[in-house]
């Protein structure tokens, strides 16, 4: 069964430095991937999805993401951080039109 | 205004009250999922549906129960509430022949 793991519950930068949020997938076939935000007291927005176009996703808000098929990876950075992208961030892989979804990770922003 | 949009957004209740949640839609999507997300265990789903007639078990079902009312109306029931159906429960939806899915706000709810 497919599976996702989010490496870090937690991961706390400085503004300004580099954002790198792990996620490693468990299939022989790579899978749709995704990932989704959480702002504080709202729902889940898509950040940016791997659809197997292209291993270098782009998303919103200066995001993008690697899909490293050797590694089963696709982290998520960011070259700068902003207090605004203080939120929670969770790894998707879908899987027969459901989406298996990581345990997220909280990224905090330090002035 | 919200495509995908979910009735209450928080609800306090009582154990053994049966309570119902409510997800609409105006992205004309045929596929809908009920998840609930509970701190530190990420998003878990409960129910889906792939059209009004095609109802289908998710991870954690027991306890929950679903209606799809019409294609753009999925609610969710929780017969005789518990403590520990405590949680924040997102609705969304997804397109036929497209992976994307979109979520709702969240309804909170709190069991007493």
């Known amino acids: 069964a497919q599976s996702v793991t989010q490496l870090g519950s937690h991961v706390s930068v400085s503004e300004g430095a580099l954002v790198l949020l792990r996620c490693n997938y468990s299939?022989?076939?790579?899978?749709?991937l995704f990932w989704y935000v959480q702002y504080p007291n709202q729902g889940l927005q898509l950040l940016l999805k791997?659809?197997?176009?292209?291993?270098l996703v782009k998303g919103i808000n200066g995001f993008e993401a690697e899909f490293k098929k050797s590694e089963t990876s696709f982290h998520l950075t960011k070259p700068s951080a902003h207090m605004s992208d203080a939120a929670e961030y969770f790894c998707?892989?879908?899987?027969?039109?459901?989406?298996?979804f990581g345990k997220g990770t909280k990224l905090s922003v330090k002035p | 205004d919200a495509d995908v949009t979910q009735t209450p957004r928080n609800r306090i209740t009582k154990t053994g009250k049966r309570i119902m949640l409510e997800c609409s839609q105006t992205?004309?999507?045929?596929?809908m999922y009920w998840y609930r997300q509970d701190p530190g265990l990420g998003l878990r789903l409960i129910y889906y549906?792939?059209?009004?007639?095609?109802?289908n078990k998710g991870e954690i079902s027991d306890g929950y129960s679903v209606s799809r009312q019409a294609q753009a109306k999925f609610s969710l029931s929780l017969e005789s509430a518990i403590p520990n159906q405590t949680a924040l429960y997102f609705c969304?939806?997804?397109?036929?022949?497209?992976?994307?899915?979109?979520f709702g706000p969240g309804t909170r709810l709190l069991v007493l």
């Open positions: 299939s022989s076939v790579p899978p749709y």
């Open positions: 791997y659809t197997s176009a292209a291993t």
């Open positions: 998707a892989a879908g899987s027969q039109g459901n989406l298996i």
């Open positions: 992205k004309g999507h045929d596929r």
């Open positions: 969304a939806t997804r397109d036929r022949g497209q992976e994307t899915q979109y």
């Open positions: 549906s792939f059209d009004v007639k095609d109802i």
